[in-house]
C-alpha cells in the first residue's frame, strides 16, 4: 500500500463548465479510483483558479463585484462534478483567505528570500485569455494568439518577476533524471521531450506580479500594496496550500511521503513542467513525481466554437442519459487514449452506448439472470477449472498492468472484451436449450464473468459497476461506493475465479441497466 496525492488543473469560472473540464476530471477521477481500489491510501484535489483579470473585465462587464462573480461560477462546478459523480476528497478555491492566501504569500517571500524574485519595468505582449505574457515565437504565423486567435495587448508595466531562466540548466537535469537524484516524470513522453526543446531554446523569467492598477482581483505582494501576484504563484501553489503549507495546520504527509501526480492539459503543461518545479526548488520543497498530461476534446471532428455551433455542453450530455454519468464516463474513457486529443461525436456515442453498454453489457446480464431465476436463482460458481483460471489471470494481469501506465483505454477495452467474449458463449452454448447440471454451469460461468466485468468497469463506471453488482448479488455489493472498497486484502482476492466462494448463494432481480434512448 502507497499514498497517492492526485490533483486536476483548478478550473477559470469566468463562465460555466465545458467538457475540457469533464475530460480531466473523468480522467483523474478514473486514476483516483483505481489507485484506491489498488489499496492505496488517496488524497484527490480539485479546485477553482479564482483571481486575474479576465475575471475582473467579466464581473465589470456584468455589473457585479469580482467575489459575487466567482461565487455564482463556482458553484456550478461543485454541483457538475457531484452530478458526474467525481470523488475528490478536497476542493479548494484560490479566494480562499483562510485556506489558499498564507500559503501563498509565506511562498512569495521564500522565493524573494532565495533571490528569484526581482522587480523591473517590463514592455510584453500579454494575451488576456491565457493570463500572461506571450513572446512572438508563442504566437501564430499572423502574429495571433494559437489558443485564442487573437493579438495579444503590448502592456508597459513595472512587475516582479521570477528568474527562471537561472533555473535552466536545473530543470533540464530534472528531466532527465539527474536533479539532486529527483525526476519529474512527464507522461506521455512526447510531451517530456517537446519541454526539453522549450528549455533548449532558452528560457526567459516570468511575470509573477501586477499593478494593483491593473490587476486589484488577487492576492496582494507581501510588503509592496501597489502589486497584485499574477496567476503563476497563485495559483500553482494550490497544490500545497491545500495541504496547509507553511501554516499552523500543516500537513505535508500526501506530498513528502506521497506519489504526487498533477492531471493537466497540454496547453498549460509548459507551466507546470517548468515554473512549477522551480518555485519549488528555490523553495526547498520537493518536486512532484509525475505530470499526467491529456489532449484537447473537439466535437464532430472541429475545434468547439460558438461560432460554429458544436459546442457540446455538459448538462445537455446529462440529460441525453436521463442524468446518469456512466455514459460520459465511459465514452471519454474509452475513446480517448491518455495524452492523445479526442473528439465527441453524438453518433459515435449512440453507437457505443446501444451496441456496447446496452447490447454487450446489459442485455447479457439481463438474460443470464431471466434465464438463472427460471431455475430458482441459486448459484454455484464453476471453480478449479483451468481454462477459466488461466483466461482471468491474464485479463486482470493485463488490466492492471494498463491502469498502472495510465492506459485507460486498453484497460476499459478488458472488461469489454469480456462482455462480448461472454455474448458469444451464450450465443454457442444456448444455455436455454440444456438442463440441469450442464445449463447451470454455463450460466453460473456467465454472472462470475459478469462479476469480473462490474470490477473492472467500478473505476470508470461506478454506479453501473455497483447496479450490475447489486442484480448479482454479489456479497460484497454494497460495500464497492465505499471509498475503502479494495480488490485485494488478507481475507480474499476479488480478482480471483469464484472467490466468493460459498458466500455467494443466489442472485438478484434483473432490472434494465440503460434505458433505451429517446
Not at 488576456?128 to 485564442?148: K, V
Not at 455514459?327 to 491518455?338: A, D, G, T
Not at 460484497?476 to 485485494?488: G, I, P, Q, R, S
Amino acid at each position: 500500500m502507497s499514498r497517492q496525492y492526485i490533483t486536476t488543473a483548478i478550473d477559470y469560472p469566468n463562465a460555466a463548465p465545458h467538457m475540457g473540464h469533464v475530460l480531466e476530471k473523468v480522467l483523474a477521477d478514473v486514476v483516483a479510483r483505481w489507485r484506491r481500489l489498488r489499496g492505496d491510501t488517496v488524497r484527490f484535489q480539485i479546485g477553482t483558479d479564482e483571481h486575474g483579470t479576465k475575471i475582473q473585465r467579466a464581473a465589470e462587464e456584468e455589473g457585479i463585484s469580482p467575489k459575487e462573480l466567482v461565487d455564482r461560477n463556482v458553484v456550478l462546478f461543485e454541483d457538475l462534478y457531484i452530478r458526474l459523480n467525481i470523488s475528490h476528497d478536497h476542493f479548494i478555491r484560490t479566494s480562499d483567505q483562510h485556506e489558499h492566501w498564507p500559503t501563498v504569500q509565506e511562498l512569495w517571500k521564500r522565493l524573494e528570500a532565495a533571490g528569484m524574485l526581482e522587480k523591473r519595468r517590463y514592455t510584453g505582449l500579454y494575451c488576456s485569455g491565457c493570463e500572461r505574457f506571450m513572446t512572438q515565437r508563442d504566437l501564430d504565423e499572423a502574429g495571433l494568439c494559437p489558443n485564442h486567435k487573437k493579438a495579444p495587448e503590448e502592456v508597459t508595466e513595472e512587475n516582479y518577476f521570477f528568474l527562471m531562466s537561472r533555473d535552466t540548466d536545473n530543470l533540464k537535469n530534472l528531466l532527465t533524471d539527474t536533479w539532486d537524484g529527483e525526476s519529474y516524470r512527464i507522461i506521455p513522453a512526447s510531451r517530456a521531450n517537446e519541454t526539453l526543446t522549450l528549455i533548449d531554446q532558452g528560457l526567459e523569467d516570468v511575470s509573477f506580479s501586477r499593478p494593483k492598477t491593473t490587476l486589484s482581483w488577487g492576492v496582494p505582494v507581501p510588503d509592496d500594496e501597489d502589486q497584485t501576484m499574477y496567476v503563476w504563484c497563485d495559483a500553482l501553489t494550490n497544490y500545497i496550500s491545500g495541504l496547509r503549507y507553511f501554516t499552523d495546520a500543516e500537513d505535508t504527509t500526501f506530498w513528502d511521503d506521497a506519489t504526487v501526480t498533477h492531471i493537466i492539459g497540454k496547453d498549460i503543461a509548459r507551466f507546470h513542467a517548468l515554473i512549477w518545479p522551480s518555485m519549488l526548488k528555490a523553495a526547498s520543497i520537493k518536486t512532484p513525481d509525475q505530470l499526467l498530461i491529456h489532449g484537447f476534446l473537439t466535437s464532430e471532428g472541429e475545434k468547439m466554437s460558438k461560432s460554429t455551433g458544436n459546442v457540446v455542453v455538459p448538462d445537455d450530455v446529462l440529460a441525453k442519459f436521463n442524468g446518469n454519468p456512466d455514459p460520459i464516463r465511459f465514452y471519454l474513457s474509452h475513446e480517448i487514449p491518455v495524452g492523445r486529443d479526442g473528439d465527441f461525436s453524438w453518433e459515435r456515442f449512440e453507437e457505443l452506448y446501444i451496441g456496447v453498454l446496452s447490447n454487450k453489457i446489459g442485455n447479457l446480464l439481463n438474460r443470464m439472470l431471466t434465464l438463472l431465476k427460471k431455475e430458482g436463482g441459486s448459484i454455484n460458481v464453476p471453480v478449479g477449472e483451468g481454462e477459466w483460471l488461466e483466461t482471468v489471470s491474464d485479463s486482470w494481469m493485463k488490466y492492471k498492468k494498463y491502469m498502472d501506465a495510465f492506459e485507460l483505454s486498453k484497460a476499459l477495452a478488458e472488461a469489454v472484451a469480456w462482455a462480448a467474449s461472454g455474448n458469444v458463449e451464450m450465443e454457442n452454448k444456448k444455455p436455454w436449450t440444456l438442463k440441469g447440471d450442464e445449463k447451470m454451469h454455463v450460466l453460473c460461468g456467465i454472472a462470475e464473468r459478469l462479476r469480473h466485468i462490474s470490477l473492472m468497469l467500478l473505476p470508470f463506471m461506478p454506479d453501473t459497476a455497483y447496479r450490475i453488482s447489486k442484480q448479482l448479488n454479489v456479497p460484497y455489493a454494497e460495500d464497492m461506493l465505499n471509498t475503502k472498497f479494495v480488490l485485494k486484502n488478507n481475507e480474499r482476492d476479488l480478482t480471483k475465479w469464484g472467490s466468493c466462494g460459498k458466500d455467494w448463494k443466489s442472485v438478484g432481480e434483473p432490472s434494465i441497466l440503460f434505458a433505451p434512448l429517446s
